[in-house]
């Protein structure tokens, strides 16, 4: 009858390692050195996804959504004092553009102001389509907004069946920019980092 045994691994600190192989070296241990070789070139085989993806740029995530204003004192209140938004840069272009960047949370929007107001064209269905700002509470978020002079493009809308169940709601902003109300019924693991439930 053959007995097997349990391997026991743990973390060994790289100044640790390489201490242990100039000590087996001056042994001549020839049989720790394979068995550390071993485990080097599975350790290797094992992570052989992150040397295949070296190439991928580095992207820390999104830095910022543009929308182009015809009014920036108009936004910077429909910004800061209707949604909350905080100021954090604001200045003139070379361009003659007028630029400020607004943050709230996570969401951070560059403002652009053409020197001419016509070149801000009345928004149409493109690419981006809009932004959605992730809320807790969606129905009082919307009476809020509503009470500031918001105008709701359509009422709170339910989807229980779209990951684990959302409520949305969409209202547009000075220059025509397309928002979303949108709240998480539960929470998502892949999007807050939360464990899985249990079914």
Do not use: W
Not at 4 to 23: D, N, Q
């Amino acid at each position: 009858m053959i007995q097997s045994r349990k391997l026991r691994f743990r973390v060994i600190e790289p100044h640790i390692f390489l201490k242990g192989f100039a000590r087996m070296r001056t042994r001549r241990n020839v049989n720790d050195f394979s068995v550390i070789f071993m485990v080097v070139i599975t350790m290797a085989i094992a992570n052989q996804s992150s040397f295949a993806d070296a190439n991928t740029p580095d992207i820390n995530g999104l830095a910022h959504i543009c929308v182009y204003t015809r009014d920036m004192s108009k936004s910077l209140v429909f910004y800061t004092d209707t949604l909350g938004f905080d100021v954090v840069h604001r200045t003139h272009l070379d361009s003659g553009y007028g630029f400020a960047m607004v943050r709230r949370g996570s969401c951070i929007i560059e403002l652009l102001e053409p020197d001419d107001a016509n070149k801000v064209k009345p928004r149409t269905g493109g690419v981006i389509d809009h932004v959605a700002l992730e809320v807790k509470d969606i129905n009082t978020v919307f009476a809020k907004l509503k009470a500031k002079g918001v105008s709701f493009t359509t009422p709170i809308i339910d989807d229980p069946n779209l990951m684990g169940g959302v409520r949305i709601a969409f209202f547009r902003g000075p220059s025509g920019e397309s928002f979303e109300l949108f709240e998480y019924l539960k929470p998502v693991p892949a999007i807050h980092g939360t464990k899985a439930a249990k079914d």
